[in-house]
């Protein structure tokens, strides 16, 4: 559903998040002090202001009271980043979402209001190791401590078996929720599917239950 979002931060992190939900046919408004950087993402964006975020007026000014959703970009400038979340919230947008860039930062976040945190890199760095740690993943995604969605190319003793046969349910509490083969997707594959050389298979469970398909 489009929505009307606003980006405050446009480093690379709130750069590339306005540009993706522009091209996603959200309307975009992104904001930013630095007048170089709104003039850099503005062709790419619905509206972009030169403002500072965490002043109130300034915001209400831009109508940021008739947002649905704002994501706060800055991280770099803890209380920058939290002052902006505020103004946020006191203007009554109902969606707020905030980066942030430790701990610390998070709970403060929440604290004054954000809706959601991200640590964007904290997340890339758990999808680094899991990659590393585990050659044949192709992807990870933290659900829960020690729980996660794992994307990876099935071990050599899957291939020519069906998700019955290895029972990995069964097995070692793993759910596989989707294959891809070539450019197909199928969710929730049917029990009966034998694994080819070449798929992705997703699976969520515990990490050390998805530890032992390393190869």
């Given amino acids: 559903m489009k929505q009307q979002v606003m980006v405050i931060g446009l480093g690379r992190f ?5 540009r993706e939900l522009h091209l996603l046919g959200h309307e975009v408004l992104a904001v930013d002090e630095d007048e170089a950087t709104v003039n850099d993402v503005a062709p790419d ?12 007026q300034a915001l209400r000014a831009a109508g940021a ?4 959703s704002a994501i ?16 946020l919230k006191n203007l009554g947008v109902p ?10 930062h998070g709970t403060i976040l929440e604290r004054v209001g954000a809706d959601r945190v991200v640590f964007p890199e904290r997340e890339i760095g758990m999808r680094v190791a899991h990659s590393f740690h585990v050659p044949n993943v192709i992807d990870y995604l933290d659900v829960a401590p020690r729980f ?16 019955r046969e290895l029972d990995l349910v069964g097995r ?18 049917h029990p009966d599917e034998r694994i080819q050389l070449g798929d992705e298979l997703v699976l969520i469970g515990l990490d050390e239950r998805l530890e032992q398909l390393r190869e």
Avoid at 14 to 18: E, I, K, Q, R, T
Avoid at 95 to 104: P, Q, T
């Fill in 14 to 18: 709130g750069s590339a998040v306005a």
């Fill in 45 to 56: 964006v619905t509206h972009a202001v030169q403002l500072d975020a965490t002043d109130e």
């Fill in 65 to 68: 009271a008739d947002f649905q």
């Fill in 72 to 87: 706060v970009a800055i991280s770099s400038a803890t209380e920058a980043s939290i002052f902006a979340t505020m103004a």
């Fill in 95 to 104: 969606n707020v979402i905030a980066k942030a860039g430790s701990a610390l």
């Fill in 148 to 163: 996660g969605i794992e994307k990876l190319r099935p071990p050599q003793s899957f291939l020519g078996r069906s998700l």
């Fill in 172 to 189: 070692l509490k793993l759910t596989p929720v989707a294959l891809r083969r070539g450019d197909s997707v199928t969710v929730n594959p």
